[in-house]
């Protein structure tokens, strides 16, 4: 398969734009409204989470490039919704959790993402698998960060 670059790059733009987008709900909210939640043991130093999400989702980046690459195949076109969808509210929970200040609401909508990353690597790994296994360490990290939104719901 040949590398399209542009193809690559607007993949990857796409991808780090949703966390740009997120972090603009995250980071004001950091320093007062979070930094003042009961966390539990287990909750990561703030420095961590910027580095984990910048690489999810430059590892999402690559996989919507192969995706798109094999999107003239009917079941990559519905990769590639499932994937925009789980995009989306990948960003929605940012939005919710941090810009909302609502961690009750950020949890229904952090087990919905869940589902929906799991449906994009399921149809993903059916047309590209590398596509569908770039999102392990994705699904991974939300698993992590449904268990964290849990106990801050329940600790607040």
Do not use: D, H
Request: hydrophobic share 60%; aromatic share 18%.
């Amino acid at each position: 398969m040949r590398i399209n670059f542009l193809k690559l790059i607007v993949s990857l733009i796409i991808c780090q734009l949703a966390g740009f987008i997120g972090s603009l709900f995250t980071t004001p909210a950091i320093p007062e409204w979070y930094a003042s939640l009961q966390k539990p043991s287990f909750t990561p130093p703030n420095w961590l989470f910027s580095p984990v999400w910048i690489s999810l989702f430059l590892l999402m980046g690559v996989s919507l490039y192969l995706l798109w690459q094999t999107a003239s195949k009917k079941e990559a076109k519905l990769a590639l919704v499932l994937f925009s969808i789980q995009l989306f509210l990948n960003v929605l929970w940012s939005a919710i959790f941090f810009g909302l200040k609502s961690p009750m609401v950020a949890f229904i909508e952090i087990l919905v993402l869940w589902a929906a990353i799991f449906l994009t690597m399921t149809k993903s790994l059916k047309v590209a698998k590398a596509a569908g296994y770039l999102l392990l360490p994705y699904i991974i990290w939300v698993s992590f960060a449904a268990v964290l939104n849990f106990f801050l719901w329940k600790l607040n």
